[in-house]
Nanobody
């Protein structure tokens, strides 16, 4: 069973930045495509970034494009989501997700098999 561990959430003012980290405790995580999602109470979980392992493509939702950046550190076995120019509407619980296929760039919850516990991001105006 793959377990994902997220960290890096917190509270910031609008315009601030945070970096989220996601580390699967098992290796090789290089076989997994990854996704970042966020969820606000009462709303569906929203995909914000997808990292397709095969071909190395990284994709973003329109709501975060040009503000959020995801990256991989193979040496540290870690996936990052850099959140810049944060807005109050970015406030949510953020989750990383994984699927053990090379070619997945889904923004759908059903596209992933493994999930982290979530890390809270709160942006004040």
């Amino acid at each position: 069973q793959v377990q994902l561990v997220e960290s890096g959430g917190g509270s910031v003012q609008a315009g601030g930045s945070l970096r989220l980290s996601c580390t699967p405790p098992e290796s090789p995580y290089s076989n997994y495509s990854m996704g970042w999602f966020r969820e606000v109470p009462g709303k569906e979980r929203e995909g914000v970034a997808a990292i397709r392992r095969g071909g190395g493509g990284i994709y973003y939702s329109d709501s975060v494009k040009d503000r959020f950046t995801s990256s991989l550190d193979n040496a540290k076995n870690t996936v990052y989501l850099q959140l810049n120019n944060l807005r109050p509407e970015d406030t949510a619980m953020y989750y990383c997700a994984a699927k053990d296929v090379l070619y997945c760039n889904s923004f759908s919850v059903s596209g992933y098999d493994y999930w982290g516990q979530g890390t809270q991001v709160t942006v004040s105006s």
